[in-house]
């Protein structure tokens, strides 16, 4: 009666990334992450008892938005066309803005999701809901990027106000970037934006909750990094930075 259960070993070790990782690995991702990062391999139904068993399953829940506003003043043709997958790092970025809800009101988060390995490039928050919240994180973007831009750039967005203002069509003349944009009421043309914000308010906002700006933009900063340089993907069995760094 008082020997250790025999996946005692193992269900720590899954605690403890569970832990470091902010409870979001379901099973499969958590088999990757043992057998890339601890030499442990275990049929993934394993894994799925084990975390059952000791309580380690992920804490999620999910939920969507859609939401327009203002008068369009430039459109653009759909060049995307939902072909979400890119040869080389910043050809292809998506874009897109949601918002975060605290005590204090709510938080304009705006982002520029990379293609090539699904990275976040560029994000900045607000209380308002602006052109230049979304002209600040091109800004920033091509910044940290301008070395290593592909010949041409596409960014796609949605028909939101701020991509169909003047300021974001001479923004974007400016930088040579090529625009795309969703068709109306077509959510699934910037699905790959979208994707981002469900895992972020999944995996995080939802869980803990802000009751301040200053939390919430704490909570941000702290997941996007963890999801750059940590989270592992399904698809590719490491982190997005790591692909983009040995390309």
């Known amino acids: 009666m008082d020997r250790p259960e025999k996946d005692a070993g193992l269900a720590e070790t899954i605690r403890q990334q569970q832990s470091k990782c902010f409870h979001t690995y379901g099973y499969r991702r958590m088999w990757q992450w043992l057998k890339e990062n601890k030499g442990i391999y275990h049929n993934p139904k394993t894994i799925l008892r084990v975390m059952q068993k000791y309580g380690l399953l992920a804490e999620i829940r999910r939920r969507r938005k859609w ?56 994000y900045k928050t607000a209380t308002q809901q602006t052109v230049n919240l979304v002209l600040d994180t091109i800004r ?19 028909q939101g106000f701020q991509y169909t203002s003047q300021a974001y069509f001479k923004l974007t003349q400016q930088y040579g970037i090529t625009p795309s944009m969703s068709r109306r009421g077509n959510p699934y043309d910037n699905a790959m934006a979208e994707n981002f914000f469900s895992i972020l308010k999944t995996e995080c906002i939802y869980r803990h909750k802000p009751a301040t700006f200053s939390e919430a933009n704490e909570m941000i900063d702290r997941y996007i990094h963890f999801y750059n340089y940590e989270r592992i993907q399904s698809k590719t069995g490491v982190a997005p930075l790591t692909l983009r760094h040995s390309c």
């Open 140 to 158: 920033q973007a091509v910044r940290r990027e301008k070395k290593k831009a592909a010949a041409e750039l596409q960014l796609h967005s949605d």
């Open 67 to 122: 939401k327009q506003m203002g008068q369009q003043v430039y459109k653009y043709e759909n060049l995307l066309n939902r072909d979400f997958h890119a040869e080389a790092p910043n050809s292809k970025w998506v874009t897109d803005i949601s918002y975060i809800k605290t005590k204090q009101g709510v938080l304009y988060l705006s982002m520029i999701r990379d293609l090539y390995d699904n990275s976040i490039v560029s």
